[in-house]
């Protein structure tokens, strides 16, 4: 599996479940959940988004458990980079996630899933990475605005002209570019993210 030294704990079981949860909702590619995890975290579940003005530091190595623990309450958490509303959509917390492991995690990220209506959806890698960061855009024309201001202001770097608003083919384009600084991922997906499954 892709990026499968990055994955902390239990290793073998953490694969055969994300393999399990692509087979449960018809995802062609087990792999690609391992890449959006990297992406999204570097598939490391105590990962806190950190914002300006946040405790901690944007920097993994100069972060610290106790910064990373006071920003769950209100930032995107763990492998799969879960915001606090929705982690009590599908019952937990932010706080919890952060105690849990990688495995345990999974079984969350696949009831976000359940609760999206995702099986036999995910068509490409994009799909994947669209119905975790912004799920209206799913199946969007690549016109189609993820949000608006709010959304672009707190994801600067996905509004690649700096209109203040993020499109669908915006955000293909910034997976694109996050892909190719990453070559391994990047050369397992191009090969089945440009056409449909």
Same mark, same amino acid.
């Given at each position: 599996?892709?990026?499968?030294?990055?994955?902390?704990?239990?290793?073998?079981?953490v694969?055969?479940k994300?393999v399990?949860i692509?087979?449960?909702i018809?995802?062609?590619k087990p792999?690609?959940?391992?890449?959006?995890?990297y992406?999204?975290?570097? +598939?490391?579940?105590k990962? +806190?988004n950190w914002?300006?003005?946040d405790?901690?530091?944007?920097?993994?190595?100069?972060d610290?458990d106790?910064?990373?623990? @006071?920003?769950? +309450?209100?930032?995107?958490t763990?492998?799969? @980079?879960?915001?606090p509303s929705?982690?009590?959509?599908?019952?937990t917390?932010?706080?919890?996630?952060?105690?849990?492991n990688?495995l345990?995690?999974?079984?969350?990220?696949?009831?976000?899933? @359940?609760?999206?209506?995702?099986?036999?959806?995910i068509?490409s890698f994009?799909?994947?990475?669209?119905?975790?960061f912004y799920?209206?855009?799913?199946g969007?024309a690549?016109?189609?605005?993820?949000?608006?201001?709010?959304?672009?202001? @707190?994801?600067?770097s996905?509004?690649?002209?700096?209109?203040g608003a993020?499109?669908?083919?915006?955000?293909k384009?910034?997976?694109?570019?996050?892909l190719?600084s990453?070559?391994?991922?990047?050369?397992?997906v191009?090969?089945t993210?440009?056409?449909?499954?």
């Amino acid at each position: 599996m892709v990026f499968d030294s990055y994955i902390r704990d239990n290793k073998d079981a953490v694969i055969a479940k994300i393999v399990r949860i692509a087979g449960l909702i018809g995802c062609p590619k087990p792999d690609w959940f391992n890449i959006l995890f990297y992406l999204e975290s570097g +598939v490391n579940p105590k990962a +806190v988004n950190w914002q300006k003005g946040d405790p901690g530091s944007a920097n993994p190595s100069k972060d610290t458990d106790a910064a990373r623990r @006071q920003r769950c +309450v209100k930032r995107a958490t763990g492998i799969f @980079q879960c915001m606090p509303s929705t982690a009590r959509a599908i019952g937990t917390t932010t706080q919890a996630l952060y105690d849990m492991n990688t495995l345990q995690q999974l079984d969350y990220y696949y009831k976000y899933l @359940q609760l999206l209506g995702a099986k036999n959806r995910i068509k490409s890698f994009y799909d994947l990475y669209i119905i975790n960061f912004y799920p209206v855009a799913l199946g969007k024309a690549d016109n189609f605005v993820m949000g608006g201001a709010a959304v672009a202001a @707190q994801n600067s770097s996905l509004d690649l002209n700096h209109n203040g608003a993020i499109t669908v083919g915006e955000f293909k384009q910034s997976i694109d570019n996050r892909l190719k600084s990453v070559k391994t991922a990047y050369d397992f997906v191009i090969e089945t993210v440009k056409k449909k499954v």
